[in-house]
């Protein structure tokens, strides 16, 4: 796919996003992933169970918002709407797969991460089998906070646009 030109969640080939949070046993854990094409869609590679439990299997971002491939690339359906622009409270969507997950946006807040300080909007994922989990998303910026249904947190350190 080209790289999207939404500047709610903009999307550019080659970027390279690093996260910061903390495993189970309480270590820290830096991890790094660059955004790539995936045939009609986007990825986070090297795959990282945190980054890629917002956008499973891929994601694209298209006027309307962003959309979500279920758990597998093998046989996708096709991608679902996720989270609808503009954001608005308590506006919920569900991407089917293997674990239908529903996606809730619950509301705006104001949020500090190593990389700064962001005006953000807390999207709640919710699957049929884990507790909840959410994302904080930046417009013109992407995500800048991860909360795993774990309760592990990560938060964005830096960003590297491509080249």
Request: charge should be negative.
């Amino acid at each position: 796919p080209a790289s999207s030109v939404d500047r709610t969640f903009p999307v550019v080939v080659g970027t390279r996003f690093t996260f910061r949070g903390k495993t189970p046993s309480g270590k820290d854990d830096t991890w790094s992933a660059e955004l790539v094409a995936a045939g009609d869609v986007f990825q986070y590679e090297p795959h990282h169970d945190v980054a890629n439990w917002f956008s499973k299997a891929g994601f694209d971002v298209i006027s309307g918002g962003i959309l979500v491939v279920g758990e597998s690339l093998a046989d996708p359906p096709p991608p679902a709407l996720a989270v609808a622009f503009p954001f608005k409270k308590g506006t919920s969507n569900e991407v089917p797969g293997v674990f239908p997950c529903v996606y809730t946006v619950v509301d705006r807040e104001k949020v500090t991460v190593p990389v700064g300080s962001f005006d953000t909007w807390k999207v709640l994922l919710k699957d049929t089998v884990n507790p909840a989990g959410a994302v904080w998303i930046a417009p013109g910026t992407g995500i800048v906070k991860i909360q795993l249904p774990s309760g592990r947190i990560d938060e964005l350190v830096s960003i590297q646009p491509p080249g």
